[in-house]
Structure formats: structure tokens, C-alpha cells
């Protein structure tokens, strides 16, 4: 059965270029090269680039979220499937994925909160 409702296009009008940087892979822990003896860190993925829409949160919703949300945060809308903690970079700002709101089975799209990532941080 198809989606219920049809975002795409609205989507695709409110979309910006973003860059998704996936989390680490735990099982990848590196290796030691079988020749030098020496220590191969794990590779990282390629960050995927992509579009999607990045809405501010409301000054209602960071409110009513008891200080968990600041008004740096922001709410992806994406029609793709993202790994929580992964990184995302969007008009030049570092956010983290930090939970999804799954409307894929009836709309085709998912909503995720994304949390600022202080410049300072590595």
C-alpha cells in the first residue's frame, strides 16, 4: 500500500542542501596491517550529500520541552532514513540527530530533532 499523503513535492520546494555524516560503525574497530604490524584505525564513511528541509523549533515548542530544546536546535524533514546520532551539517551549522518522529508508513517522509553541536566540541 502506497503513502496515504504526498509531501515530496513540498519537500523538494523547501529543501536545502545538507550533509549527513553517519556514526561511527561499533563492529568497525580497525585492525593491524598483516605486513607493517601497525595499527589501521577504522575508515569513515563518506558523508552523503543530500537535501532537506531544516524547520527552526517554535518558541511554544522549546517551552513546553522543559529546557531539553534551545532555540539553536532544529527539526529535519527528510524522505530518507537516518541513523540516530549521526551528523548533520546545514547552513554551516553541526547538529546531531538525536531522535526521529516516523510519519514514512502513511506521508513518505520522517522528522528528526537535531540538536546544535557547539563549535568547540570535537
Known amino acids: 500500500m502506497g503513502n496515504m499523503f504526498d509531501f515530496s513535492d513540498l519537500i523538494e520546494e523547501y529543501s536545502l542542501p545538507i550533509q549527513i555524516i553517519l556514526p561511527e560503525n561499533p563492529d568497525d574497530k580497525g585492525h593491524y596491517d598483516e605486513n607493517t604490524g601497525e595499527w589501521v584505525p577504522p575508515e569513515p564513511d563518506e558523508p552523503i550529500n543530500t ?38 551539517i546545514a547552513e554551516g551549522h553541526k547538529y546531531s540527530v538525536e531522535q526521529e518522529l516516523p510519519y514514512s508508513a502513511y506521508a513518505g517522509f520522517n522528522v528528526y530533532e537535531l540538536k546544535w553541536v557547539s563549535p568547540f566540541e570535537h
Open 51 to 88: 537535501n532537506a528541509v531544516v524547520i527552526p523549533f517554535s518558541s511554544n515548542e522549546i517551552y513546553q520541552s522543559g529546557g531539553r530544546l534551545s532555540s539553536a536546535d532544529r527539526q529535519l524533514v527528510i524522505s530518507s532514513d537516518i541513523p540516530i546520532k549521526s551528523t548533520v
